[in-house]
Structure formats: structure tokens, C-alpha cells
């Protein structure tokens, strides 16, 4: 049996950087094993696999190379800019099955898609000289005014804010220190931020996932939509506007991710994240 597959970018600017991911558009006759072999062998972060569902639009079920994930924000809009330009969907919202729940992802006339996640969750605070150690940082490289805390829109996440870009930039993480961390908080990993005052960027980011086979990647929607959560409960942004981080500079893979909370009497009640994307490449890949 052969499956197609295609390669896309997404959280692209202007056509370059941005994170690979796979997309099997036809996927209903895959068991969960067979999806797995085909995650493993395209060896992106993420495929995503659409099925039917009788729930909503759409169904996306979404593997890494060794493990199935609840949600992945690029492969999610890598996923309907391939519908839209393959013109299978119009501009439109669109109700979206996945393990973290019912979402809903819009895509404009612009060829951008957004996607909106759980509203967030805040948990505990790790103890930030054992993130240091993990990360071979100082304990004066962190910003000091911001705590390392896990959130989730979706996905739990350590959020590690850092002094600043060349800090960030320079950072030597211990991969296998960071695995063992991660399995400790029940996280997928590590997303380091510095805020970018001098910038239209609120803020540039490092993502770490050893734990489910991502060294590092170069754009994670999910890890942006809590960052933005966890930036708004400490003051450092405004709701009703749209945001966009950098992500994956240090790769030589600089992303561009957006994102916007709406806001009702100082409460969050939407997230959405989102971008664009670059179709690379169709395989065939033989089961």
C-alpha cells in the first residue's frame, strides 16, 4: 500500500523559514500503527492524518516520529493551507475534531489559517536552577521579573522566560537532562522566550522536545498560544490585537507566528494562532 503524503512549511514569512510538517489528506482506511510508520519515515516533528468525523468538518490526528500527540499548531495550518490551495475548502471557520477537544481554525482570503486552542490552564512553577542546570544557563540568564511556569492551551509546556536574545540564542541545552524533566512535569517541553522591546516581534523563542524526538524546532503553535496566554496574566501584553513572534532563528530557520486573545471584561475567552504556509514536496511512502 502506498500513501501519499505531502511536505508543506508552515508559520512561513514571505515564502521562507517556517516548520516542516507532513499531511496525509485521505486517511481513514490507516490504523493507528500504520499512521506511526508514516510519521516515522517522513521524520518531520509532526504528520498530520485527516479522517471523517461525525463531530465536526474535519478530524486530524497527529503523530511524531515516535508518538501520537493530542494537537500540533503548524501541522494544523500546514494542513487546511493544503486544503485551501488544493481548493477542497473556501475562506470560511471550520469545526475541527482532535484529543484536546472540538476546535475551530479559520482560514482567510489571504491564504493565512488560524487556530484557535483551549483556553489556557496554569499549573506550577518549576524550580528555576533546575531549568538552568538543564539548559547549561546561568541562574542571571533568566528574566527576572517573569517566573518558569507550565501552561497549556492544549499542550503542556515549560515557559522559560530569558534575559535576552543573545542569551537565548547562545543557549547549550542538555537534551537529555531536559527529557527527564519533562517526563517529571508531564510536559511535552521546553518553550525559552525573550521579549523583544525594541522590536514589532513581541517576543523571540526557542522550542525543546526531546522527549518526543524534537531536539528543537524552528515554530510551535501550541507552545505560542500559551506563551501569549501566560504574557497576558503578567501585564506584559494587550488583548484584541494581533501579535507575532519569532521562532527558529537560531536554526537558520526564522518562522513567523501570530496570534490574538480576544478579551471580555479582562477575561480570555478566545485564542487563536496562526500563519501561512509553502507546499515543498509530494512522497509516496510504501507500508
Known amino acids: 500500500m502506498n500513501i501519499q503524503v505531502h511536505t508543506l512549511h508552515a508559520f512561513t514569512k514571505n515564502g521562507t523559514g517556517g516548520n516542516p510538517a507532513g499531511v496525509v489528506l485521505e486517511a481513514d482506511s490507516l ?24 463531530v465536526a468538518d474535519f478530524k486530524l490526528s497527529y503523530f511524531t516520529p515516535n508518538n501520537e500527540v493530542p494537537l500540533c499548531g503548524h501541522a494544523t495550518i500546514a494542513a487546511f493551507y493544503l486544503l485551501h490551495a488544493e481548493q477542497k475548502i473556501h475562506p470560511g471557520v471550520y469545526a475541527l475534531e482532535t484529543k484536546a477537544g472540538i476546535l475551530s481554525v479559520r482560514v482567510n482570503d489571504t491564504q493565512q489559517v488560524f487556530l484557535s486552542q483551549a483556553l489556557p490552564a496554569f499549573y506550577e512553577q518549576p524550580n528555576k536552577k533546575e531549568i538552568a542546570e538543564s539548559l547549561n544557563l546561568p541562574d542571571t540568564g ?94 506584559k ?51
Do not use: W
Open 31 to 54: 490504523k493507528r500503527e500504520e499512521m506511526q510508520l508514516v510519521a516515522r519515515k517522513i521524520g518531520f516533528s509532526e504528520t498530520a492524518f485527516f479522517q471523517r468525523s461525525t
Open 142 to 235: 533568566f528574566d527576572p521579573d517573569l517566573p518558569v511556569e507550565i501552561v497549556s492551551t492544549g499542550l503542556r509546556d515549560i515557559l522559560v522566560p530569558i534575559k535576552n536574545v543573545s542569551v537565548l540564542n547562545h543557549i547549550k541545552p542538555d537534551f537529555s537532562q531536559i527529557r527527564e524533566i519533562s517526563k517529571k512535569y508531564h510536559v511535552v517541553g521546553y518553550h525559552l522566550f525573550t521579549l523583544n522591546e525594541s522590536s514589532d516581534k513581541v517576543a523571540s523563542c526557542r522550542n525543546f522536545a526531546p522527549l518526543y524526538d524534537i531536539p528543537e524546532e524552528s515554530a510551535t503553535g501550541t507552545s505560542t498560544g500559551a506563551l501569549t496566554c501566560y504574557l497576558y496574566k503578567y501585564n
Open 237 to 287: 501584553i494587550q488583548g484584541n490585537q494581533q501579535l507575532e513572534f519569532e521562532q527558529g532563528y537560531s536554526m537558520n530557520c526564522t518562522s513567523s507566528i501570530l496570534s490574538k486573545l480576544t478579551i471580555e471584561n479582562g477575561a480570555i475567552i478566545r485564542i487563536e494562532v496562526g500563519g501561512t504556509a509553502a507546499q515543498m514536496n509530494e512522497h509516496l511512502i510504501s507500508l
